[in-house]
């Protein structure tokens, strides 16, 4: 059962990255460069980081970066300066940038969460 607290604020944000690196001859190569990317998001801005998309291709990547905060402006901002930052990163060009900011019990019943935290 799900009890909400009065001042209860969560918000979910996530920022998919889409990466082209133009160096990797391999997925080793690209792996490399990947890896520093999620290594310095999660270390200088405790976001969680996983590499989501074209796993097998040793040209781009898809990275997903996700936080959660109480203040929806900080979750957006947050994941903008984010974007921006990995945009001057030396080793892959950001062809692409797009952030989702939502409330995960929005738009869901109680009956639907109910369910899920009691399977």
Not at 9 to 36: F, H, N, Y
Not at 45 to 61: C, I, Q, W, Y
Request: glycine fraction near 8%.
């Amino acid at each position: 059962m799900l009890f909400e607290a009065p001042d209860e604020s969560c918000w979910v944000g996530v920022l998919r990255l889409s990466l082209q690196v133009p160096g990797a001859r391999s997925l080793k190569d690209k792996r490399r460069v990947v890896g520093q990317f999620r290594d310095r998001l999660r270390a200088r801005k405790n976001l969680s980081v996983a590499e989501v998309g074209h796993l097998e291709d040793h040209g781009r990547a898809i990275l997903a970066v996700a936080t959660v905060s109480n203040d929806q402006r900080f979750v957006r901002s947050v994941l903008d300066q984010c974007a921006h930052d990995v945009g001057t990163w030396r080793g892959a060009i950001v062809v692409d940038t797009s952030v989702e900011v939502h409330r995960p019990w929005d738009g869901g019943t109680q009956s639907q969460y109910d369910e899920f935290f009691t399977s």
